[in-house]
């Protein structure tokens, strides 16, 4: 099993700038692929930002060019820098775990159904 936990979220205003972090515990050598994904109230979960073993990334269009994800060298912890944040980036961000050993495919979108692991969230509060 592995474990995720998210820090970092907040109330800001429109233009600011947050990092989340996110621990990761348990077997992490079973894991190599990780996500960040978002939701806000009565919105489906999307994908954010992804990375693999090989630090390939990916991410879905609307955090191209403000977000930024990266990961720890011993791969136990897992960074979204965000950049010009908006109210529409309001929502609750959760990190995630895959067993895939890679990112599936090139710069295939951040699904839910890739990543077995999740943390509890934390949240980032866009005011304009």
């Known amino acids: 099993q592995v474990q995720l936990a998210e820090s970092g979220g907040d109330s800001v205003q429109s233009g600011g700038s947050l990092r989340l972090t996110c621990v990761i515990t348990g077997k992490i050598d079973s894991v190599g692929y990780w996500g960040w994904f978002r939701q806000a109230p009565g919105e489906e979960r999307e994908g954010v930002a992804a990375?693999?073993?090989?630090?390939?990334?990916t991410y879905a269009d609307s955090a191209k060019g403000r977000f930024t994800i990266s990961m720890s060298p011993a791969k136990d912890t897992l960074y979204l820098q965000m950049k010009r944040l908006k109210p529409d980036d309001t929502a609750m961000y959760y990190c995630?775990?895959?067993?895939?050993?890679?990112?599936?495919?090139?710069?295939?979108?951040?699904?839910?159904?890739?990543?077995?692991?999740w943390g509890q969230g934390t949240q980032v509060t866009v005011s304009s």
């Open positions: 995630a775990a895959s067993r895939l050993a890679s990112m599936p495919g090139e710069n295939p979108p951040v699904l839910v159904s890739d990543f077995e692991f």
């Open positions: 990375i693999d073993y090989n630090e390939e990334t």
